[in-house]
């Protein structure tokens, strides 16, 4: 006999012959019984999360952190703070991204971690400053001998301040010689000859003239130039004063122009203080020599000229002088000079002879009046 079965129990044929299967969609879902696990079961292992490729480097930038005070004088031990991890990673930059070779490059060429370079400094790189912090006393040292001279800097500056002194010097005593002394022996010369024309104006007559002092005045009108004549040839007090001195000393005593016979001879500058006799190398024979005295007026012509001989040739100022080509005894002129031009070497000889003998009284000669 069949056994007859409970309603509920869906499985029975007579649940399926007496009740109808309903459609496949509605069939609502039924809840999977859940097995429960005995004293002795094994426990579920926990499965490890799927494998995550790691993210790339990010540049590291740490917060910022407060300096001290303005003002506060910093502590010792803030000179170590400055060798953190944190602060050589911002000296390094931010971590290279690519692969094993090229991190290694990067940190070769960075001076960071990984094989040091042949001769590389083992000094580590300073980190950047903040400009608002102050410096400590170690940074404040090496700031001050970065900013020191060195020994060669120092030695060049001192010898180019010697040159460009040096240079100056040397212009303002070219300056110096090669014109202030012209413009003072001019003045000197000018108060000079006006000072013996006020004394022939007074009539005063000397008997014999003192060194230094001016008696007479030389014309060279082919030269322009106007010069007065003092005894003696001293270089301060006649020839540096733009004057014509006069041989009249000792050995090399010679004659007035008044003298009946002699020879007049006297020195002047070529160069400098009034250079008056720079030029007496133009002279040609017939020239022209005017000397203005007291009473008369003396006129010599150039007859010869010697370029060059020694200072020691005192020969050329003798009444009759050698090499002058004068013969015998007469009324001779002699113009000497220091040649070449700046120099005092040699001397330059020029002669002449008396051709004219006029008193004051009746004007002046004929080379003076053209």
């Known amino acids: 006999m069949t056994p007859v079965r409970p309603e509920h129990e869906h499985g029975s044929p007579w649940f399926r012959a007496t009740n109808p299967p309903l459609p496949e969609e509605e069939i609502p879902p039924q809840p999977q019984p859940q097995p429960q696990p005995g004293p002795y079961a094994r426990q579920p292992q926990h499965q490890p999360e799927p494998y995550a490729a790691p993210e790339p480097y990010a540049s590291y930038e740490p917060a910022e952190t407060p300096g001290p005070p303005a003002g506060a004088r910093p502590a010792d031990g803030e000179t170590m703070a400055l060798r953190t991890e944190d602060t050589r990673r911002i000296a390094a930059g931010p971590a290279p991204t690519g692969g094993r ?50 020994v060669g800097v120092v030695a060049s500056r001192v010898v180019g301040e010697l040159f460009i002194t040096f240079g100056v010097v040397m212009l303002l005593f070219v300056t110096y010689q090669l014109w202030w002394t ?77 003298d009946r016979q002699g020879n007049f001879a006297v020195a002047g500058h070529r160069n400098t203080h009034g250079e008056p006799f720079r030029y007496i190398n133009r002279l040609s024979p017939g020239d022209p020599i005017v000397v203005e005295t007291q009473d008369t007026y003396y006129t010599y012509e150039m007859a010869s000229i010697l370029p060059q001989t020694p200072p020691s040739n005192v020969s050329v100022i003798e009444p009759v002088p050698r090499g002058s080509g004068f013969t015998g005894p007469g009324r001779y002129i002699t113009l000497t000079t220091c040649t070449p031009e700046f120099t005092s070497t040699y001397r330059m000889i020029v002669w002449g002879k008396m051709v004219d003998e006029r008193p004051r009284s009746k004007g002046k000669p004929d080379a003076l009046v053209g």
Do not use: C
């Open 101 to 150: 070779a090229e991190r290694r490059r990067a940190a070769a060429k960075g001076g960071g971690r990984g094989r040091r370079r042949k001769g590389a400094s083992r000094t580590p790189a300073a980190p950047p400053q903040d400009p608002g912090r102050p410096l400590t006393r170690v940074e404040a040292r090496r700031a001050a001998r970065a900013r020191k001279d060195s």
């Open 182 to 258: 012209n413009v003072r022996a001019g003045f000197e010369a000018d108060r000079a000859k006006q000072g013996i024309e006020d004394a022939w104006a007074e009539g005063r007559k000397p008997g014999a003239f003192e060194p230094g002092q001016g008696f007479a005045i030389m014309y060279i009108p082919k030269l322009d130039v106007v010069v007065p004549i003092a005894e003696g040839i001293d270089k301060k007090r006649v020839l540096d004063r733009g004057m014509v001195g006069h041989y009249a000393e000792g050995q090399l005593k010679t004659a007035m122009p008044s």
